[in-house]
């Protein structure tokens, strides 16, 4: 299943709307536990939010981020494969001295 950083700021803000009497400092950390991704993780606590507000609207950037570099640079089927050098796509040449 693909999870996308926008289904999943949907699904957590729509269950945050049935949760009364809590805090934005809790509501953020249960929003930075739920990353599923280490970089988004670690992008998300060097740029932490203040309130659950200042959440909402970072998340709806990088939303449209992340959306922006889908329709740049698309999944392929070969991305799934590998091609035995995961770092370097068909396109690119690995320059590196190892073979």
Same mark, same amino acid.
């Given at each position: 299943?693909?999870?996308?950083?926008? =289904?999943?700021?949907?699904?957590? *803000?729509?269950?945050?709307?049935?949760? /009364?009497?809590?805090?934005?400092?809790? %509501?953020? &950390?249960? *929003?930075?536990?739920?990353?599923? @991704?280490?970089?988004?993780?670690?992008? $998300? #606590?060097?740029?932490?939010?203040?309130? /659950? %507000?200042?959440?909402?609207?970072?998340?709806? &950037?990088?939303?449209? +981020?992340?959306?922006?570099?889908?329709?740049? *640079?698309?999944? &392929?089927? =070969?991305?799934?494969?590998?091609? #035995?050098? =995961?770092? $370097?796509?068909?396109?690119? +040449?690995?320059? @590196?001295?190892?073979?």
């Amino acid at each position: 299943m693909n999870k996308t950083l926008r =289904s999943y700021t949907w699904r957590f *803000f729509e269950m945050r709307a049935t949760i /009364a009497n809590i805090t934005d400092d809790d %509501v953020i &950390r249960c *929003f930075q536990n739920g990353l599923f @991704s280490k970089h988004t993780y670690h992008n $998300f #606590g060097c740029n932490r939010p203040a309130t /659950a %507000v200042e959440l909402r609207d970072m998340m709806t &950037r990088w939303d449209d +981020q992340e959306d922006e570099e889908n329709d740049r *640079f698309p999944k &392929r089927n =070969s991305d799934k494969q590998g091609n #035995g050098n =995961s770092h $370097f796509d068909k396109g690119q +040449q690995n320059h @590196s001295r190892n073979p």
